[in-house]
């Protein structure tokens, strides 16, 4: 499901927020620090703030709805990652590097555009839940025309 | 409601991307970025709806929506649980969001594409801050506004109110409002640009932190943030317009994907990489006299008390600027006592040397333009003008001319009413200080002039 350049975009220097639901279907959101993908190319898991988590991690436990917003700051290409939950853990120790570099691409991403890297340094990054996401749709979200559109 | 939502109007320009969550019917969650966040009343925001997509989709089916703003001043996030009331397609809100997102259109040639379909009304139902998007605690690097200190005090007012009424000419006044912009309000980059002669367009007046002057450049109405101030005679502010340009050029490539073929782009005015605009109509009794705008490489450098201030400001200089104009047709030959206003850059910069010294000015006819030495120089009528005055100059060694007689010039061709002689004469004067500042205007009381040559002139005539 994740194509081989879909996996070279989330590699670094994007932008992520995941998206879930509650039972009466209020939407909640909560901003990714960093995302990985499983060799299977079928799961990723998207490292969000644990600060942050609680009301993701109810809804997800509740019914498994996930969506993920990715997109690259400087040219705003963006997907959109619908998916099933499969499990959540708190992120490592030994995840703790890579996620703190990833969140580092992307305020040197976002710096590009005009946000010195101390706009949002401040904002925590660790410690992290590891919510893991089987992959079953992926659809363009660039801004325009073809917004919305499956990717193959 | 927790959090008042009008204390957090810095939110709302788009500085810092927003974030919409929505659900559809059958619980598919769907999270993706909004290009504008605009603040309605206490209990209202609008969100833009420019393209047909899923979060819109969803928003029919399921009318809960969450999006998060981030205030630019102190980076605290907010988020603010919504509920969608209706969509609006004319109206105060629905036309300030349109005049913003129009304004990136023209500079990006997506007039048509990339512009506002609706303003989505929502109900705010709570407004709470975001833990894990918590405030700045780097007090060593505060905003300009988050110092506190006000840009707009009552004493910088009169400062600059008192330098306007010292202005004895339109050149004078002009510049001294944008010395006083910069000097008592620290707006370093801006310009004026006044009703041109043909209708719909404006010119450029006068400029202040441009090294290459600009003055004499046009704006079509509905070109840039000038042209879509002066068409929609109210102002525009944009934050983020670097930002704003990126996303545009997104909209612009998946557009070119669609089949879609975008417009020419035209290039941005001033600053090559202006991060905040803002411009005001220069409006008298409901009619544009021209157009203020103001630019900064700052993201967020013109806060909504700006605005309000600027555009306050901006009626009391149209006044003042048509009141000179008038004045200035009144043709009283009294001499003017004051100094002549310091140009607002340095002639030699954008001066092409002379040869010899010797300038061929060529007329093409046809065009209506002067070129000098192989260069343009100036079109329409302020190149009318200059062609009769140096002719007369060769054909009689007439030096001194009154603006009364170019009235009466027939061939000139002058509009019956409202000829805004005055102010063509003025942009003639400016152009001639750019390019060739030894063909001078110079000024030799209220309604006379003298045309001064340092070098010999070679006329000729073009089809």
Known sequence: MVTGELATFLSGQIDIHIGTRDASLRPHSARVSAVSVEDDREHVVAFVPALGADAILRDLDA????????????????????????????????????IEQFWDSFLEAMAVIGFDRSTFRHWPVWPCVAVRIRVTAVFCQTPGPGTGAPVA | MSVPLETLTSSFQGLIPAVLATCSLDGVPNVTLLSHVEYVDPRHVALSFQFFNKSRRNIAENPQALVK?????????????????????????????ALRIEAVASYSGLKGIFRLRAADIYEVLAVEPIAEEPATVDTARPTPHASGDPVFTMRALQDLSARIHRALTLESLLDSILIGLEEYFGFTHSMILLAGEEEGALVTMSTRGYPEGGVGSEAR??????????EARKPIRISG?????????AVHRSAQEQGYRPERQIPLPGLSNPDSQLGVPLLVRGEVIGVLCIESETPYRFHEEDKQTIELLGSYLAIAIQNMQLLERSDTHEPIAEAPAPTTQDPAVAAKPMIAGRREVTMYG????????????????????????????CREGRNEFTNRELRLDKSLNLPEYKDNLETRLLLLRRRLEQKCPDIRIVPRGRGRFALQLDCDVELRERA
């Open chain 2, 366 to 393: 046809d065009e209506e333009c002067i070129l000098v030495d192989g260069e343009y120089l100036i079109r329409s009528l302020p190149a009318r003008i200059l062609w009769k005055l140096l002719s007369a100059r």
């Open chain 1, 63 to 98: 019914n498994g709805q996930a969506a993920l917003f990715v997109g690259r700051p400087p040219d705003n290409l963006a997907y959109q990652l619908k998916g099933s939950f499969t499990g959540a853990r708190p992120a490592s120790g030994d995840e703790r590097e890579y």
């Open chain 2, 241 to 249: 317009l670097m930002r704003a340009m990126l996303y545009a050029l």
């Open chain 2, 221 to 230: 109405y509905g070109q840039g943030i000038a042209g879509m101030v002066a």
């Open chain 2, 69 to 97: 703003i981030i205030d630019p001043d102190t980076r605290q996030g907010w988020a603010l649980d919504l509920r969608f009331v209706r969509s609006e397609t004319s109206g105060p809100v629905f036309e300030r969001m």
